[in-house]
DNA sequence: CCAAAAGTGTTATCGATACACCCATGT
DNA sequence: ACATGGGTGTATCGATAACACTTTTGG
C-alpha cells in the first residue's frame, strides 16, 4: 500500500488526509422516461438563497464498508431494504469539491472543516412503483428525467458522476439485461421491458426479435395474467425470477 | 497540512477520516506466463525479520488525483511513462488493515498514525520487454506467476484486489482484445498472441479461426517481417497501430 | 366499427465453429 | 531427412435481422 520512499519525502504529503465519501446514482422507470433521483440543496448566500440539487451520498462512518455506507444512505433516504447496488467509479480530483459554493455547503453540514473528499460511486436501482419516503429529516428528493440532466448544473462534479453512471448501465444493459429486472414492477408486459431496454440502449429493437431473445432468458416466466384497464388488447405479463435465473457466460466478441 | 485531529472519541462519525491509497495490480506476460509485479515487505519482529509481498501502491498525496498517483508510484517503481492504467474497483471494509503486522509496517514506514484506509484498485499493463528500474531506492519489486498467487499470503487484502483485478481483465479481454497488445512486445507472432489470449480466458483458441478473427481487428498489421532465430520456420510478426484502431461497438447479447 | 396496441413465423444473411494438410526452417 | 511449429480454406451450424398481417379490447 505505501512504499517506503513515500514516507522519506521532505513535505510529508502522507499526512494529509481526503474525507472519504459514497455517492449515489438512483435511477427509477416511470413506464415512460428514465429517472434520476436528486436532492434538493439550498445555500444561504448574503441576501438571498441558491438552490440546486445534488446527487444522494454521505461522508463514510467510522468502522462502516462502502457498500454499508451506500445502503445506509439509501434506507435513510427512501426506507427500503433491499436495494439493488453496484460500485462503479471513484472520483479522486482534488478540485472536486473546490468550488466555493460547494465548500461553503460542505462546512455548514458537516460541523467539520472539509479540505478534500474522495467519493466512490454506486449505481443503485430502484422500482419507481415502491412507495418511498421522500422527506427523510430535513432532505427533499425528487425524480427527475435523465434526459433533464444535461440542463442541469448538479452540486460538485455530480454531472459527471451521473454521466459515468449512465454509461455503466449502458453497457451492462448490453451485455446483459438482468438490471431491467430491477427497474421494472415485479409484474410487467413485454413491451415496457423493451421501451425500457431501448431507451436505455438507445435503440429501436424489433417487437418480435427481442421477445424470442428475452425468451430465452432462464427466469423470465410467463404468467397466465394480463394487464388490467387498458384500452385495447390487454397485453400478458412476466415476471423475473431470480432464483431460476442462472447468469449466462458473455459471448466473446470484438 | 490539514488538522484532521478533529476527535476520533466523539460520536460524531463524519469526523472519523480513514486515509486514501492507491493500488496497482500490474500484469505482464513473459511470453510463457501470465506475471504479477509484487513488492518485498519486511517487517522486523521481535527477534527476526517477517518477509512477504504487497502489491505496489500509495498514500494519495496531496492534490493528487487518483489517476496520477497510480502513474506516479509506476513511475517510481518503474522509471517508465506511458503505462496503461485502468481504475478497477475501490476496497473500503473497515477491516482491510486491521491485521497487527499491517499495522504495525504502517506505522513505521508512514510515521503516521493510521486508522484505516479506504483504497482504489488500478489494473497496469507492461510490456515486459521494457527495461525496467526494479531497485528503485529501497523497495524490491519482481515478477511473480500469477497461478502462484493462490500460495502466497499477501500483505492486507491483497490478494482480494489481485484476484479482482485478474476478474476485470479477463472480462475485458472476453469483450475487447485491446488489453492483449499492452502486453506483448511492439511486434509480435499470432502465436504470441493466441497463447496470452488463451492463458488469460483458460481457453483454447482453435489457430484459424483465431486468426481469421482478429485480422478483422483495425490497426492490428501484419508486417513484412519475420521472427528471427527460431529453430523451425520463422513466424510472420504483427504490430497493433494504436492510431488505426477504432474501437470496435460491443455487442449486445446474453 | 373504429382505434390502438398485442401477438405471432419464416426467410435470408452473417458470424462462429469444426476440422487437416502442406510448408519453411534449422539441425 | 527429420523435427518443429507456421500457414492456410471450406463446409456446417446456429444466431441475428428483416419483415406484415391478424387478433383483441374498449369506446
Known amino acids: 500500500m505505501i512504499d517506503n520512499k513515500v514516507s522519506q519525502e521532505t513535505s510529508q504529503?502522507?499526512?494529509?488526509?481526503?474525507?472519504?465519501?459514497?455517492?449515489?446514482?438512483?435511477?427509477?422507470?416511470d413506464g415512460e422516461k428514465l429517472k434520476i433521483l436528486l436532492i434538493e440543496r439550498t445555500i444561504r448566500e448574503g441576501d438571498?438563497?441558491?438552490?440546486?440539487?445534488?446527487?444522494?451520498?454521505?461522508?463514510?462512518?467510522?468502522?462502516?464498508?462502502?457498500d454499508t455506507a451506500a445502503?445506509?444512505?439509501?434506507?435513510?433516504?427512501?426506507?427500503?431494504?433491499?436495494?439493488?447496488?453496484?460500485?462503479?467509479?471513484s472520483f479522486g480530483d482534488p478540485k472536486r469539491t473546490s468550488n466555493p459554493r460547494d465548500k461553503n455547503w460542505l462546512e455548514k453540514?458537516?460541523?467539520?472543516?472539509?479540505?478534500?473528499?474522495?467519493?466512490?460511486g454506486y449505481l443503485a436501482l430502484i422500482k419507481i412503483s415502491r412507495k418511498i419516503i421522500f422527506e427523510s429529516e430535513n432532505t427533499t428528493a425528487r425524480w427527475y428525467d435523465v434526459k433533464s440532466l444535461s440542463n442541469m448544473?448538479?452540486?460538485?462534479?455530480?454531472?459527471?458522476?451521473?454521466?459515468?453512471?449512465?454509461?455503466?448501465?449502458?453497457h451492462q444493459v448490453m451485455l446483459q439485461p438482468?438490471?431491467?429486472?430491477?427497474l421494472l414492477p415485479r409484474k410487467f408486459t413485454m413491451t415496457q421491458l423493451r421501451n425500457l431496454y431501448d431507451l436505455i440502449l438507445e435503440t429501436k429493437s424489433d417487437v418480435r426479435n427481442f421477445q424470442k431473445k428475452m425468451l430465452q432468458?432462464?427466469?423470465?416466466?410467463?404468467?397466465?395474467?394480463?394487464?388490467?384497464?387498458?384500452?385495447?388488447?390487454?397485453?400478458?405479463?412476466y415476471r423475473f425470477n431470480k432464483r431460476k435465473a442462472k447468469i449466462s457466460k458473455l459471448k466473446p466478441g470484438f
Open 178 to 182: 438482468y438490471m431491467l429486472f430491477e
Open 48 to 66: 438571498g438563497n441558491y438552490s440546486d440539487k445534488k446527487l444522494p451520498g454521505s461522508i463514510i462512518y467510522q468502522d462502516e464498508d462502502l
Open 109 to 120: 453540514t458537516t460541523n467539520t472543516k472539509i479540505g478534500r473528499i474522495v467519493t466512490v
Open 71 to 89: 445502503t445506509r444512505v439509501l434506507n435513510e433516504l427512501t426506507g427500503l431494504k433491499n436495494i439493488f447496488l453496484h460500485q462503479f467509479h
Open 13 to 29: 504529503p502522507i499526512a494529509y488526509n481526503p474525507h472519504v465519501s459514497i455517492d449515489c446514482v438512483v435511477f427509477g422507470f
Open 217 to 237: 432468458i432462464d427466469g423470465l416466466e410467463q404468467l397466465d395474467e394480463v394487464q388490467k384497464n387498458v384500452p385495447y388488447r390487454a397485453p400478458r405479463l
Open 153 to 170: 448544473k448538479l452540486a460538485f462534479d455530480h454531472n459527471q458522476i451521473a454521466e459515468e453512471a449512465l454509461k455503466h448501465i449502458r
